[in-house]
């Protein structure tokens, strides 16, 4: 049957049970990250400072992270949920993208879009690149889907928790605050305080 609804996604607090960078060993990471998650810093200027940290830093003992992830509760669940009631998934995030590609073979969604690590003789440079490195990167791809899979935004939804997922929920009808931070809560149709992915199933199935 052919797919006529779309669920766009966050990773980082939302699918996953924290940020990836909470999962590497290196000072201020973190920090950074919520800082603009919160809408406190820039986010490109935040991402590229982020990376500029994990210069010299091992890509073999940074991939060993991808075992340890956590994800957030019923994620399994709801991703074959909306497979069964004909929506797209796609992840868009803007974390990086060794930890998609183990996410997506373990979860089974349909498409993500990330930023790529540079790596040289096995370590990383300090540099990024990728198509999620702006604000308004996540709301851009929504159109670009919506226009290729011919989906109106009536029929789309969008879930995150980051200041940077604010411009995705313009661009779908509706849009679901997981756990986010106040401005984020703010801009969306619902929210909610419980990560559990039993509970989104449970308003889209109140709403349709």
């Keep these: 049957m052919m797919k006529d609804k779309i669920i766009f996604i966050d990773f980082d607090n939302t699918i996953l049970n924290g940020e990836t960078t909470d999962y590497i060993d290196i000072d201020n990471l973190s920090e950074i990250t919520n800082k603009a998650m919160c809408g406190e810093i820039d986010y490109y200027n935040s991402l590229i ?6 210069r010299g830093y091992s890509m073999n003992k940074l991939n060993q992270i991808v075992y340890n992830l956590k ?6 669940e709801f991703i074959g949920w909306c497979h069964n009631n004909n929506y797209y998934v ?4 803007g974390g990086l993208d060794f930890v998609l590609n183990y996410s997506q073979l373990d979860l089974n969604y349909d498409f993500f879009f990330c930023n790529y690590l540079r790596v040289k003789d096995g ?8 198509p999620m490195m702006e604000d308004n990167s996540k709301g851009l791809y929504v159109k670009k889907f919506q226009k290729m899979l011919n989906i109106s935004y009536k029929n789309c939804v969008s879930i995150g928790d980051g200041c940077n997922d604010i411009s995705m929920f313009k661009q779908t009808y509706t849009s679901i605050s997981f756990c986010g931070k106040e401005k984020v809560k703010e801009c969306a149709t619902f929210h909610i305080d419980t990560p559990d992915f039993n509970i989104i199933k449970e308003i889209l199935e109140s709403i349709n």
């Design 71 to 76: 994800y957030n509760k019923n994620i399994t």
């Design 123 to 130: 370590l990383l440079t300090g540099e990024i690149n990728g």
């Design 90 to 93: 796609i992840v868009l995030s």
């Design 49 to 54: 400072n982020k990376i500029k940290l994990m």
